[in-house]
């Protein structure tokens, strides 16, 4: 074991704060990271204040962050895909099983044995996993990412949650090339929706509360903005579109949204809102359309949608900060006040 510089927090309510945490040796899978950015996602803040503490309790204290960036300082001597001085990023796994009818169809992000990247049991030195908030990390080379050299690292962290969680429904939906994509909400996950659906050459129409945020959307790539409280404005593109990703976890009305589909039209939930959705059957019945979830992304396909964002030149919308900033980012990022994600420099955390 070694010691590494983090940031943690203590319990529910502390701020997030300095710490020394132990990161095991490299194994000889294992390949250790120097971390570079580190994204902040939403399921940050959540697992700091214990709200999801029904399905997953936090154990304390808790280092988070999964859109992790770095390079590689060292690896164990099995390891062949990397090597030292490597540009590799670590989302939101570090483990599966790699023997479940899951794992074997590429989808470690539904393995019943996954370990995620921050508060799941470690299997190597017991305790907790610790996330991102850290000066380096060890993971299993399986679960490494190789990155474009091509792109901004503060904007590619968040590739690695919000990109992968938005580019994986896209994929499944199938060719949407030309086809009428709806993206619901404008904020870290539904600005990677519309760069995704723009790159494969979808027409694009984003859907937010907000009137002050059509310009923005637009400059994303949409094509029309819809402001969902004008009835008029929904009206126009009723039974018309053939895919709607949904990045809202605020509750919502869902039905309003299936009722612009087209037959067998979808709409893919990414959103993790707490409460239960009222879904009117008739919403379905007519159109015969479906409604989904989806969580990020297999390995190979976060690959896949790493290398496909270093040919179309695609990073988050980032905000840059150093770690001493996080507990106002966090703040910040509950009022919306981020275009689109906050990405920590980690070089500040030398400074602690
Ligand atoms: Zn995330
Ligand atoms: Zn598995």
Same mark, same amino acid.
């Given at each position: 074991m070694y010691n590494a510089t983090a940031y943690s927090a203590a319990s529910a309510t502390s701020p997030l704060a300095p710490t020394t945490i132990a990161r095991r040796e490299? @194994?000889?899978?294992d390949v250790q990271i120097e971390i570079l950015y580190c994204g902040i996602c939403h399921s940050d803040v959540h697992h700091v204040r214990d709200e999801w503490k029904d399905t997953m309790p936090t154990v304390y204290p808790i280092v988070p962050g999964h859109e992790i960036v770095g390079r590689v300082t060292k690896v164990g001597s099995a390891v062949s895909q990397y090597k030292t001085g490597d540009l590799v990023g670590v989302g939101c796994l570090v483990d599966s099983d790699l023997s479940c009818s899951a794992c074997q169809d590429d989808l470690e992000q539904l393995c019943p044995n996954q370990t995620l990247t921050f508060n799941a049991p470690d299997?190597?030195?017991?305790?907790v996993t610790y996330g991102g908030y850290s000066e380096s990390i060890v993971v299993d080379e399986h679960f490494v990412l190789r990155l474009p050299d091509t792109l901004d690292l503060a904007g590619v962290a968040p590739l690695l949650c919000a990109g992968i969680t938005t580019y994986s429904p896209i994929r499944r939906w199938g060719d949407i090339t030309g086809k009428k994509v709806g993206v619901v909400g404008l904020g870290g996950l539904g600005h990677m929706g519309v760069k995704f659906a723009k790159a494969f050459g979808a027409d694009v129409v984003v859907f937010t @509360?907000?009137?002050?945020k059509k310009d923005a959307a637009r400059a994303l790539g949409a094509d029309d903005v819809v402001v969902s409280r004008n009835a008029d404005e929904m009206e126009k593109h009723a039974g018309s579109l053939d895919f709607i990703l949904d990045t809202v976890s605020a509750p919502h009305d869902i039905n309003v949204y299936l009722n612009?589909?087209?037959?067998?039209g979808n709409l893919t939930l990414v959103g993790a809102g707490e409460k239960p959705l009222e879904v009117s059957p008739f919403s379905l019945l007519f159109g015969r359309r479906t409604l989904s979830g989806s969580i990020i992304g297999g390995i190979a396909e976060t690959q896949e949608m790493l290398d496909f964002c270093g040919t179309h030149n695609i990073t988050a919308d980032v905000e840059v900060i150093p770690i001493q900033k996080v507990n106002a980012a966090y703040e910040r990022m509950l009022k919306s006040d981020v275009k689109y994600r906050f990405s920590i420099d980690m070089a500040s955390l030398k400074s602690e």
């Open positions: 490299p @194994t000889e899978r299997k190597h030195l017991g305790g @509360t907000s009137p002050g612009l589909l087209r037959h067998d």
